[in-house]
């Protein structure tokens, strides 16, 4: 196993009353992808939003443990400074800016990275190169955008800032399974690029078709973890997240 790029030690997060994660503890390791599985509530999003720094902005908080990026701890910093330390978001639903144009949320993307006129071209051609879509609907509204355009956008905007670590939570749902699969090869061409990626997914088949590790999160906490082929093969994987066995 590579070296981890992100450490996650003992992590608990809620909502106010609502304890959403206790003692979570996963490693990342820099440049493969990395799953986390889990049924509805399991604390999946939860556990991007600590990283991320956004679980303020859902009116939740850390109360425990730290989470260490390429050796510097994120807990405690906002948003903005995750960002400028490599790590982005790709937020459940998408959330592109529906009245902006296509070329407007992506330089939207690169405002919070700061990584020069030249650092943002090579981004944008970049995100072209592997959504061309988003060139040739440059100017429309994002708003008016398929649901797979529309996740190639947040795919496209977050890679914008550059990210050594892209946080992914949900990208195919509620994508007919060809566009599932297609944004599955973006994830796969995006992570051989170099960008290590931590995806959450429902889809457990086609999270473990990407991952190299996979960690099972049940009731907020870590239930199993292993490789992506040894939790394929696990009876529990099998009958609960595969629905086979
Ligand atoms: P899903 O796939 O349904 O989004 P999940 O595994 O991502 O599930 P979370 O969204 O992290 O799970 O939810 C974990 C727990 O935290 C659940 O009990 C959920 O109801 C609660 N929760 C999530 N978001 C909030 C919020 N903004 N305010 C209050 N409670 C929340």
């Known amino acids: 196993m590579e070296a981890a790029i992100l450490r996650v030690r003992g992590l608990a997060a809620g909502y106010g009353p609502v ?10 390791p820099d440049g493969a992808v990395t799953a986390v599985l889990g049924g509805n509530g399991a604390g999946k999003s939860t556990l991007l939003r600590a990283v991320s720094g956004t679980l303020r902005f859902q009116g939740g908080a850390i109360t425990g443990g730290t989470i260490e990026f390429a050796g510097e701890r994120l807990d405690g910093r906002n948003a903005a400074q995750i960002v400028a330390a490599g790590v982005v978001q790709v ?31 090579e981004a944008r051609d970049r995100v072209l190169g592997l959504f061309p879509v988003l060139a040739e609907r440059a100017h429309q509204r994002a708003g008016l955008l398929s649901g797979g355009e529309q996740q190639m956008l947040a795919m496209g905007r977050a890679l914008m800032a550059r990210p050594r670590l892209l946080l992914l939570d949900e990208p195919s749902l509620g ?4 566009m599932a699969a297609r944004i599955a090869d973006t994830v796969r061409e995006i992570n051989d690029q170099g960008t290590a990626v931590l995806l ?5 088949a086609l999270a473990l078709g990407l991952a190299s590790r996979a960690v099972v999160l049940e009731n907020g906490t870590v ?20 629905g086979v066995g």
Do not use: C, I, K
Request: charge should be neutral; charged fraction near 25%; avoid cysteine.
């Open 175 to 178: 994508l007919a399974p060809m």
């Open 91 to 121: 937020p459940e639903g998408r959330q592109v800016f529906a009245r902006m144009s296509v070329a407007d949320n992506l330089r939207a993307g690169a405002l919070g990275a700061r990584h020069g006129r030249r650092g943002e071209q």
């Open 19 to 28: 304890h959403a994660l206790s003692s979570v503890s996963l490693e990342v």
């Open 200 to 204: 959450v997914e429902q889809n457990a």
């Open 223 to 242: 239930a199993l973890s292993g490789t992506a082929d040894e939790l394929a093969a696990s009876d529990e994987v099998r009958r609960r997240y595969l």
